[in-house]
């Protein structure tokens, strides 16, 4: 192409204008990617001193355990690192519908469906139940992938202050009678420290007829008297009914998961974009988060 044909491409103005974060680092005061080179359970190395690490998400201690390490290695060897394809065509693996089993036990739900990341579960779920003509109402404290799953869906998207249970049931009272209604809550709110007031959400959710769906994110393996999670924690899986989870903090991996009743089938999954192009969720991942999984179910029988 001709040096005199190009145009000034405007999209990257904002980048190259903000500054902000270089001039900190030149400071020396930006904080963050900071890489570590090496861990041991809670203790890190970081710019060649060892630190111990108060800020990680490994609640249980799980991701050095060694029955885990060994189980990861273990599917290693059986099948390869890589995901080969999709879940609808030849990304599914035993050990996948295994793990599936293992944690619709654990939840105490009919099913499960894991995804490869606690982010794409949400997106999957909210934008493959949530229609055109429905209604998905978030806590604004809700987490990032909740709003962005609302924002996948064709659906509208109405968000009531943190906790404010009269604010949102105000709002529900204006929708048309028969209306597709989701609310979708964090179980625990992990900047803030606060337990969703789940009974109360059902209360509300129940009298207007929508779906109540709870992502517990920062809730398994801690919530609960199995650790699992907060619906447990208030003794009302039964009626709560969705459940969204991620293995990356408490079960020492790097999947999602959505626990669920059979009625809302596999089907509706598939219906999203992220249940039929995601790709089968990685053997050791898989395996890690089985085996993490189970080791916090036998402690709590001791």
Same mark, same amino acid.
């Given at each position: 192409m001709r040096t005199e044909t190009l145009q000034h491409i405007a999209l990257f103005d904002k980048c190259k204008n903000f500054t902000r974060a270089r001039e900190v680092q030149a400071a020396g005061l930006y904080p963050y990617f900071k890489p570590i080179t090496r861990s041991e359970d809670t203790i890190v190395m970081i710019e060649g001193r060892e630190r111990i690490m108060m800020g990680s998400n490994n609640y249980l201690g799980l991701t050095h355990h060694p029955e885990v390490l060994l189980a990861a290695k273990g599917a290693l060897e059986r099948y390869g690192s890589g995901c080969t394809g999709s879940r609808f065509l030849n990304g599914t693996l035993d050990l996948h519908e295994q793990l599936e089993t293992e944690l619709?036990? @654990?939840?105490?739900?009919?099913?499960? &469906?894991? @995804?490869?990341?606690?982010?794409?579960?949400?997106?999957?779920? !909210?934008?493959? &139940?949530?229609?055109?003509?429905?209604?998905?109402? &978030?806590?604004? &404290?809700?987490?990032?992938? !909740?709003?962005?799953?609302a924002k996948m869906s064709h659906g509208e998207t109405l968000r009531f202050n943190h906790g404010d249970l009269a604010g949102l049931e105000r709002k529900l009272q204006r929708l048309p009678e028969g209306t597709g209604t989701m609310i979708i809550v964090d179980g625990v709110y992990s900047m803030e420290g606060d337990i969703a007031d789940v009974p109360g959400l059902l209360r509300i959710a129940q009298k207007y007829g929508a779906a109540l769906a709870i992502d517990d994110a920062h809730s398994v393996g801690v919530l609960g008297p199995n650790g699992d999670g907060t619906s447990a924690h208030y003794d009302v899986v039964d009626e709560v009914d969705l459940i969204v989870g991620t293995f990356s903090k408490s079960l020492a991996s790097t999947q999602g998961c959505w626990p669920r009743c059979t009625s809302c089938s596999a089907s509706r999954s598939g219906a999203s974009s992220c249940g039929a192009t995601r790709a089968g969720c990685k053997r050791a991942c898989a395996r890690s988060a089985s085996r993490s999984a189970r080791r916090r179910r036998r402690s709590c029988r001791c």
């Amino acid at each position: 192409m001709r040096t005199e044909t190009l145009q000034h491409i405007a999209l990257f103005d904002k980048c190259k204008n903000f500054t902000r974060a270089r001039e900190v680092q030149a400071a020396g005061l930006y904080p963050y990617f900071k890489p570590i080179t090496r861990s041991e359970d809670t203790i890190v190395m970081i710019e060649g001193r060892e630190r111990i690490m108060m800020g990680s998400n490994n609640y249980l201690g799980l991701t050095h355990h060694p029955e885990v390490l060994l189980a990861a290695k273990g599917a290693l060897e059986r099948y390869g690192s890589g995901c080969t394809g999709s879940r609808f065509l030849n990304g599914t693996l035993d050990l996948h519908e295994q793990l599936e089993t293992e944690l619709a036990e @654990f939840f105490h739900k009919e099913a499960c &469906l894991v @995804f490869s990341t606690g982010y794409q579960a949400n997106l999957g779920v !909210i934008s493959g &139940l949530v229609g055109r003509a429905d209604v998905v109402f &978030l806590d604004k &404290l809700d987490h990032a992938s !909740i709003v962005d799953g609302a924002k996948m869906s064709h659906g509208e998207t109405l968000r009531f202050n943190h906790g404010d249970l009269a604010g949102l049931e105000r709002k529900l009272q204006r929708l048309p009678e028969g209306t597709g209604t989701m609310i979708i809550v964090d179980g625990v709110y992990s900047m803030e420290g606060d337990i969703a007031d789940v009974p109360g959400l059902l209360r509300i959710a129940q009298k207007y007829g929508a779906a109540l769906a709870i992502d517990d994110a920062h809730s398994v393996g801690v919530l609960g008297p199995n650790g699992d999670g907060t619906s447990a924690h208030y003794d009302v899986v039964d009626e709560v009914d969705l459940i969204v989870g991620t293995f990356s903090k408490s079960l020492a991996s790097t999947q999602g998961c959505w626990p669920r009743c059979t009625s809302c089938s596999a089907s509706r999954s598939g219906a999203s974009s992220c249940g039929a192009t995601r790709a089968g969720c990685k053997r050791a991942c898989a395996r890690s988060a089985s085996r993490s999984a189970r080791r916090r179910r036998r402690s709590c029988r001791c």
